[in-house]
């Protein structure tokens, strides 16, 4: 994500630890895993031994370290919105190409299919992690040239949206 030219009007890392669903259910997961498998494992053959500890390893451990570590990055540069779910695919959007960008409360649930990585009818594209506030940003007339991005500062994530917008009028950069 290079962004040497380019002046960051804002930035917000949001982990996913900080939801309150994967921090009570990532720990349980790992116990009630870890409780299944390491009776079984006490069995008589070494071979299942083997497969129950590696699975023990990954399912109780590895997993919900590696999704513990996820993290919803949102930028917005002078030129790009750049919105990244790590380690999943993000969007990419020219400032110039974004028609509006509003600041929401939005049903997590209803319409945007809870959190995390999504697809949403309302929205199509739902990036979040935690709570019911975010931007719904719009850069062409189609269903998929729209998303939302959660946000724990959605009203200065709009503004710096708009803020990049307008920049980019004045240098002659966008069509909105």
Known sequence: MQISDEQELFREVQPLHQNMIVRIFLPIEALITSGILI???IGPARQQWQVLLVTLLLAGFAM???IANWRLVTI???RRLIVRFRPLP???VDIGRIIEAEAVRYNPIA???G???KISRKYHRVFNVSGD???HVRFGGGRRDQFLVGSRRADELAEAIELARFSA???GGGSG
Do not use: N, Y
């Open 64 to 66: 919900p370290l590696w």
């Open 76 to 78: 917005v540069t002078d």
């Open 111 to 113: 319409d945007a299919g």
């Open 169 to 171: 009028r004045e240098r």
């Open 133 to 135: 506030r975010g931007v």
């Open 115 to 117: 959190w995390g990585w």
């Open 39 to 41: 009776p079984l494992m």
């Open 90 to 92: 993000g969007r990419e």
